[in-house]
């Protein structure tokens, strides 16, 4: 059974190898797979200035090896969107608050692309964020995203128009976080109650979010 692991700043001491894991795999998917040269480092773990400790990682597990993860970042602090992609925005104001976050680094690896381990990991986005009081979430994704979110029961609002990164064509989009997203997703999922592992003692996201006027 697939578990998704809550790693921040407050317990990530932890899960060092689970990170250093994540890292690899990150560049294995992005650099190797999907030909992000520019992220390539001789390491082999695909790491940017965004991985700090402001980022929380939600880390699909089975049998204590990682499958998959994504990266949420505080849209308070200077972030992907409004530092490297905000051309893709179309005359539209930068989206911040403290209940916003930026999601990046999506991603799944490719012998569990087929089974749900995707919609687990979808499922534990949503669960997460409403735990959180996250009420949207932005990201950059190639345009073949959004359909599968519908399919995921996930509600999306473009912020622009699509621009081509990388060789593909790329938008920016928000997701609002809802019960009734996750409910949809759990469903496709087989997921019956909560499925977030977290340890005891780690700090609420209103506790680790920074306190910066938007």
């Known amino acids: 059974?697939?578990?998704?692991?809550?790693i921040t700043r407050?317990?990530?001491a932890g899960y060092s190898e689970i990170l250093d894991e994540y890292f690899q795999l990150r560049h294995q998917v992005f650099v190797e797979e999907r030909g992000w040269q520019t992220l390539r480092?001789?390491?082999?773990?695909?790491?940017?200035s965004y991985d700090n400790d402001h980022a929380t990682y939600l880390v699909a597990l089975d049998k204590g090896r990682v499958i998959g993860g994504l990266r949420l970042y505080p849209t308070l602090l200077p972030h992907m969107i409004s530092e490297t992609f905000?051309?893709?925005?179309?005359?539209?104001?930068?989206?911040?608050?403290?209940?916003?976050l930026e999601c990046t680094r999506y991603f799944i690896v490719k012998e569990r692309r087929t089974g749900r381990t995707d919609c687990r990991l979808l499922a534990a986005f949503q669960q997460f964020c409403l735990e959180e009081d996250v009420?949207?979430?932005?990201a950059i994704v190639e345009?073949?995203?959004l359909p599968r979110w519908h399919q995921a029961g996930f509600r999306a609002r473009p912020l622009g128009l699509p621009t081509t990164i990388e060789g593909q064509p790329c938008i920016a989009a928000a997701i609002q976080i809802s019960e009734a997203s996750l409910e949809h997703v759990s469903r496709l999922a087989g997921l019956h109650g909560s499925f977030l592992s977290r340890m005891?003692?780690?700090a609420s996201y209103d506790e680790r979010v920074p306190h910066v006027a938007a």
């Open 135 to 138: 009420t949207e979430v932005t």
């Open 86 to 100: 905000p051309h893709l925005l179309r005359n539209r104001s930068v989206l911040r608050g403290p209940s916003i």
């Open 41 to 48: 480092r001789p390491d082999g773990r695909e790491m940017d």
């Open 1 to 6: 059974m697939t578990t998704i692991q809550v």
């Open 200 to 202: 005891s003692g780690v």
């Open 143 to 145: 345009m073949w995203w």
């Open 10 to 12: 407050d317990n990530k």
